[in-house]
């Protein structure tokens, strides 16, 4: 529903209504994974329980090893692959104004509204808000873990038969919570809830003396519930270091061995069927898939948040000249990405398509050369050479990126003294990292974040330039010579730094962010 009521001569509003449901994806044969129960008893939870007893580790007391949980399906009286609450409304609101005490001559604008987007299949998977993610197909692809010696060089078994056990088929629905106990496992949110963004804005646009407009705007955008993978089986934070420096202690620890409660209990498990396992796998939550064995897709819990400030300022044709002018002072912030997989939200850090400042101008120009112009040419060879050139260009300043996204880093602190346009030498303070590979932090938790809206890659500067001419020969058919300069001052915009401490190249710049000068000649025939 929508309706633009003119409210006052000078007034007009503008209210409208969408509403919208979505019913879940639905399977045939109800074959279609539709979640995981974490509470589940599996095939395993009982001999895995007793097998550890018997050999207990320090950190998992003998009684507290309870391997549950599992995939669930769908079924008759419950066909979906998903739940949504989709009863959507989106309302919104609209006004223009034009002041009578200001002669006419300004317009204010503003608006509000919600826009919910559709959780649909694209091809083979589902697609939530732009992203697309694999679709529910858990029992229908299946995977063969090669088992190796100690050194992982060889095949265990040895090259003549490498897979011993055999190539393991699709598994299908029929095993019910017992599918791929011992592998990887990736399901769809089962109460998933659309995406959806509030956008509002608030503009003055005033007419000026000489043909010229400018418009002031304030534009926002909030966007919820957007999708994001979600690890579910990961190392909790209380085995874990907050040492600033790798613990080589727990280091070695993590990486040592255990009796394996599970031998002989995953027949498809790979490395989780063997005599030993790596440490770690009996410390998660669900050890029956391993170290991040377990991907909820679509968890909607991540979000971004922007804001701008535009100016433009605009002369129409008049005298030859076409001249627009664009400001923007903006910031783009982003939840998208967990920085440790236990935190209950996602990091909040700058968008990496943010440029917090932005100037572009753009003009054309008929220079006033030749007949009937300011310049006037009677001669028709000097009209033909000299007349009716048209010169046209484009200015740009615009804010770089920021850097790029920072790893797992020991940063020891102080300022990085962080200068952009210096290709010689080292763009900031390296001394504040350890750059050491043995004393990167491992098993820890981490802090330090992985992007820095206050380090940005240098600011690009640039001017393209354009002038051309009709050549006619005919009423309706003409010949136009023309010759492009892209980035005519031949200024050069740097690249990010490298921020991997532990490369060579670190703190330094390497690459060119934008083309060098490029010049071009064409010419066209139009007819």
Known sequence: MQDDWRAKSNL?????????HETPTYERFNRGVNGFDPTAVNDVTAASAAAYNLNPISQVPAGQFQP?????????????LYQTESYMFSPRFGFAWVPSKLGGRTVIRGGIATFAAPIIIS???EQNSSTTVALNEEGFSQTTQLVTDSTYHTPGPGLSNPFSAGIFPPAGSSGGINTYLGQAITFFNPQVRNPYDVRWNLGVQRQLPASMVLEVVYIGNHALHLPINTNLDYIPPQYLTTALLRDSALNSL???????PFKGLL??????????????DLLVRFPQYGVNGITEQSAGAASTYSQSLNVRLQKRFTNGLTLMNNFSWSKEIERLTYLNPFDTTPEKVVSSDSRPLSEIMAATYNLPIGRGQRLNLRSRAANTLLGGWLVSGIMTFRSGPVLGTWGNV????????????????LAFDTSRFA????????FNIRTFPTQFGNLLRATSENLDFSLSKNFAFAERRYIQLRGDAFNITNHVTFGAPNITPTNAAFGTITTQANSPRILQLGARLIF
């Open 68 to 80: 549950l949980g599992g995939l669930t399906f769908a079924s008759p009286s419950n066909p979906g």
């Open 435 to 442: 750059t050491a590979s043995n004393q990167q932090p491992v």
């Open 410 to 425: 020991a940063y020891l602190g102080g300022p990085l003294d962080f200068n952009p346009n210096q290709p010689n030498g």
């Open 12 to 20: 007009t509003i503008n209210l409208g209504l969408r509403f919208e």
């Open 254 to 260: 993590m990486t040592g061995t255990v009796t394996n």
């Open 267 to 280: 027949p498809n498990g790979g490395a989780l069927n063997q005599p030993r396992a790596p440490l770690p």
């Open 123 to 125: 091809g083979n998977g």
